[in-house]
Every structure is written in C-alpha cells, then in structure tokens.
C-alpha cells in the first residue's frame, strides 16, 4: 500500500488509507469496483471556467431531481467548497479535506463528511488543501478514494449523482470524473464570453481523449447566459464547430440571485418561475435519456 503525507493540524503525518495513484488508476478497471458505483444510476459531471455559475446549474439541477423523487447526491470538486452551499440554506459545509487536516482519525461513516440538504439531496464537498500548501487535484482523487471506503454508492442507493468541477484546468484531479468512470455524462457550462469558451473548448479537448477507452462523453452545453454581445450566435457557432447540442438555456435572472442571497436554490425558492422550468425541464430530459 502506497503511503501519502498529508498535513493535519500543521503536522506532516501519515495518511494510511489514500491508496495513491496506482491503486486508483488500476481500481477503475475492476468489474467489483465498477458495479460498486451501481447500474442505472444517472452520473453527470458539470464543467465550466471558474466563476460561469457550475454551481448554481448544478445545485438547481441536483434541486429539480430531488423534487422528481430522485434520490440525488452531489459532489462539489472544487477547492473553494461552495457548490451545495444553496442546497443547504446558505450554511457551509465542512469539505473533506478540511476534515482529514483536523482529525487524525479518518471518518468512519459518511455523515462524518456529508449532509443532507434541500429535497434530501446528499451533499459532500471535496476542499482543497492548504492554500499554497498542496495540490487541489489530489485532494479530489483522495476524497473519491475514502468515498469508495465509506461505500458511499452502497449504502446511499443513489439515482443521481452530480459532481460539480472547476474546468480552468483538466488535469489529475480535476480530470478523475472523466477518466475514471465516475461520470458517464458531461455538461459544459459556459457562455459567450471568450475565456469561457476557451476553457468550454479545453474540456471538450480532454473528454475527446478519453472517448476510445469507454468513458464519459460530452452530453452538450450548457448556455449560461451574461447578455455580452452576440451571446447566443457565438455559442451556438462553437456547438456547431464542436458538433455539440446546446442542451439548455439559463437566462440572467434576477431570481437567481434573489434566492441565493438567501441560501437557496431558485427550484427551493418558487419552482414555478420562468427560470425554475428550466432546469426541471432539462432534468426531466436527462432522466429519460433525451440528452
């Protein structure tokens, strides 16, 4: 077994139960740890730049699921460790990283690194290291490793699994839910802004590279609007270049941020807004295999 250190309350120890790269990268290969993640269930990563509104598609999404009946998890991969924030009224969740610096015993059950939130969606947030400490990249690949210790898919039966990923950069880490057979759907967020559609085509770049070995692939885009010029005739001229669907719009709305000033998602706020059927509309499509 591969030892990693990591650093807990500013001492080096060793962290025993972080297998390391060559376990994980060969794990994913297994049928056991393949049917461990269960069958039928609907396993979507969402990737964007950083600050084009991934959490706020993916917590609504993961909110239009939950009110559908689904049983629903999501998973923030991210070191700023906000995406369920609005799932959970407002209050922060304590990533899981932050865990293993702080305690020097590792969890022993999920409730431990998890909570419940809006619609009983599970929510679990990844964290980063010590800001100039360590590498964000690992920190996901070590909470993906104690997930499959704590047999999270096992015992919490999902239908739905959402991991909301930074995509300024896909690579270790950050590429795991593409490579490694967590996710079998990715959705690009992005807008008509030109570093968004910059990383838009990185994403792309690195799902294409996995394809020939049966990973995830790139379901369509996500059409975050912010009102620049062209918006619309500009993202849909990247889907066409990249033989892509747009899958869904999200106007700029007021709503939104209504309700997360409050701690919600707009789906929790009043599922009856405009903006609200979006997202239930492009849940609904995704459960019946429409996207």
């Not at 009110?67 to 407002?90: E, F, H, M, W, Y």
Request: net charge negative.
């Amino acid at each position: 077994m591969m030892e990693v250190s990591f650093l807990r309350g500013g001492r080096s120890v060793v962290c025993r139960r972080v297998l390391g790269w060559m376990r994980y990268l060969t794990a994913r290969f297994s049928p056991s740890t393949k049917s461990a993640q269960g069958r039928g269930m609907l396993k979507i990563a969402i990737y964007g730049k950083g600050g084009i509104g991934k959490s706020t598609i993916t917590s609504n999404l993961a909110a239009a699921f939950a009110v559908q009946g689904k049983r629903v998890i999501q998973i923030g991969c991210d070191p700023k460790a906000d995406s369920t924030i609005n799932l959970l009224g407002g209050e922060p969740l304590m990533p899981v990283m932050n865990y293993l610096r702080e305690n020097d015993d590792d969890p022993q059950t999920i409730d431990e690194i998890a909570r419940e939130g809006f619609g009983g969606v599970l929510c679990i947030e990844t964290g980063g290291p010590t800001p100039g400490l360590g590498c964000a990249g690992r920190g996901i690949i070590a909470t993906f490793n104690l997930l499959e210790d704590l047999r999270l898919f096992e015992t919490w039966q999902p239908d739905v699994v959402l991991y909301d990923v930074l995509g300024d950069v896909v690579c270790g880490g950050f590429a795991a839910p593409i490579r490694e057979g967590y996710a079998e759907k990715v959705l690009i967020v992005t807008s008509g802004e030109k570093m968004a559609l910059y990383a838009a085509n990185n994403i792309h770049t690195a799902v294409q590279n996995f394809e020939d070995r049966g990973y995830a692939r790139v379901a369509g885009i996500i059409l975050n609007h912010r009102n620049v010029p062209d918006e619309t005739a500009k993202v849909q001229a990247f889907a066409r270049e990249h033989e892509l669907a747009i899958v869904a719009e999200i106007p700029r709305s007021d709503e939104i941020n209504h309700f997360e000033d409050r701690g919600q998602t707009v789906i929790e706020g009043d599922p009856t807004l405009p903006v609200s059927q979006r997202f239930l509309d492009l849940a609904t499509r995704l459960l019946a295999g429409e996207v």
